[in-house]
């Protein structure tokens, strides 16, 4: 069965640094999605992808924040200047598989802790 | 704005009960609604999801949900708890189709613990 692939699973890193999470939709979605949960948390939109562009964005998805489909199969998120609080677990999500109804489909999740 | 409300945030059952984890969402145009799970250290899997057919739907590993649009409710049920089940499960909401950018609007989950 088709699924979303995301790397890291775990990434720690510095405050300051930037993060690069990387997925992998499942091929021939159409909408791309990054999602976080912090923990203890409910899971938070952050962006959703189509067409090349950003279709929606949250409060939380502010300038340090930017998201990229590379290739064609990739779809990443860029975290420039990572702070204590961006601590969460990141999930890639896609949709938009014709005839699929709305059903969203989420990777594994990529655990960012920034130290 | 639109918003999920999970009542109670741990719910506790022995193995073999019925387990019942209530959903209410906020809205006056008809939603999309889902219930997905998340075992320890894993992502969220869809267990099942209303788009305006039948009201009552059921989903994988014998759980079940019915829209009540009079009382704004998608309540997951499973009649007879398994060891298996103890998860997160979250409910969620669209209100556009994927292709208008239909982004999900999470509740704050709630735990379910089974006991033997």
């Known amino acids: 069965e088709p699924e979303v692939t995301q790397t890291p699973s775990h990434q720690v890193t510095q405050m300051g640094q930037e993060v690069i999470l990387r997925c992998v939709p499942i091929s021939n979605h159409l909408y791309f999605y990054w999602y976080r949960q912090i923990l203890g948390q409910k899971v938070e939109f952050l962006v959703s992808?189509?067409?090349?562009?950003?279709?929606?964005k949250s409060e939380i998805f502010d300038d340090q924040f930017s998201v990229e489909r590379p290739d064609g199969s990739n779809f990443t998120l860029k975290i420039r200047s990572t702070k204590l609080e961006d601590s969460a677990m990141y999930f890639c999500?896609?949709?938009?598989?014709?005839?699929?109804?709305?059903?969203?489909?989420f990777g594994e999740g990529s655990w960012l802790t920034v130290v | 704005a639109q918003s999920v409300t999970q009542l109670g945030s741990h719910v506790s059952v022995s193995e073999g009960a019925l387990v019942l984890l209530r959903c209410n969402y906020s809205s006056s145009v008809p939603p999309y609604l889902f219930w997905y799970v998340q075992y320890p250290n894993q992502g969220l899997q869809l267990l099942l999801k209303?788009?305006?057919?039948?009201?009552l739907v059921k989903g994988i590993n014998g759980f079940e949900a019915e829209f009540k649009k009079s009382e704004t409710s998608f309540h997951l049920t499973k009649p007879s708890a398994h060891m298996s089940d103890a998860a997160e499960y979250f409910c969620?909401?669209?209100?556009?189709?994927?292709?208008?950018?239909?982004?999900?609007?999470f509740g704050q989950g709630t735990e379910l613990s089974v006991k033997p």
């Open positions: 999500a896609s949709g938009g598989l014709s005839g699929s109804g709305n059903t969203i489909y």
């Open positions: 969620a909401v669209s209100y556009g189709e994927y292709n208008q950018g239909g982004k999900l609007i």
């Open positions: 992808f189509y067409n090349n562009e950003i279709s929606e």
């Open positions: 209303y788009t305006s057919a039948a009201t």
